[in-house]
């Protein structure tokens, strides 16, 4: 398998994490997103939607990192990343696109660029529009944490897709220096699975590529 990917991207480091649950090894490939590299031919050719993670296996492209995530889910079970009751696993599916749905659209690169290139917003003002869209969705996210009793992992004893998406979007929120205060749990659980090798070796700053 080859992982396209880039260091910071958050969406490729929720890859990078289930693959290193999985204990699969991929080939990589570097796409610099501050130059541009995903919207280039080269890349478009491959993966039209111009975004990483994609994940080549034999000669399927995959793309889309929740759907890259379910597949190596179902093509290598163990260890599980979704619980086995139907009910358990919805509840873990909305946890984890509360992250990738609803937040980290919102603060991707190209919308990022958008606010700075076409509106012409300010460094900070583009800051505060990170923040607020991450802050946003973790009010509610802490919420529903400390309503299930979540301590050490988003659900259960044992990761899941949701501890998945959660860790790389709290390390979007360092990036734009976040109060993370008002999240306990979320703090909690972040930490404790930084200290799961499968975590710690998925982190942007021990990429290849990492500047
Ligand atoms: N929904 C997609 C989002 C992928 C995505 O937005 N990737 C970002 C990096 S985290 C990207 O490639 N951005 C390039 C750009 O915005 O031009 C997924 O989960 O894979």
New binding site residues.
């Given amino acids: 398998m080859i992982l396209y990917d ?1 260091f ?8 990078r994490i289930a693959l290193n649950l999985k204990g699969l090894a991929v080939e990589r490939r570097h ?1 610099h ?1 501050r130059r ?1 590299e ?2 280039g031919e080269a890349y478009r050719a491959l993966n039209p ?5 994609m994940l080549v296996v034999g000669d399927q492209r995959l ?6 995530i379910e597949y190596l889910d179902e093509r290598h079970p163990a260890p599980p990343l979704l619980p086995e009751a139907p009910e358990d696993r919805a509840w873990v599916r909305a946890a984890a696109q509360s992250i ?2 609803d937040i ?2 919102l603060d ?6 958008y606010l700075e290139h076409t509106l012409a917003l300010e460094a900070p003002r583009r800051d505060d529009w990170y923040r607020h869209w991450i802050e946003l969705g973790f009010r509610a996210l802490e919420t529903q944490l400390a309503a299930r009793g979540s301590e050490r992992f988003c659900f259960g004893n044992a990761p899941t897709v949701a501890d998945v998406c959660l860790v790389p979007q709290v390390a979007n929120s360092q990036r734009v220096s976040m109060d993370l205060a008002p999240y306990p749990r979320i703090r909690a659980i972040n930490d404790h699975c930084l200290t799961l090798p499968a975590f710690d070796r998925a982190r942007p700053a021990l990429q290849p590529d990492a500047e």
């Fill in positions: 880039y910071r991207s958050s969406a490729s480091y929720r890859v796409i997103l541009g995903q919207t939607q111009g975004l990483v993670p793309t889309q990192s929740l759907a890259i990738a749905c980290h659209p991707n690169t190209r919308v990022m660029q």
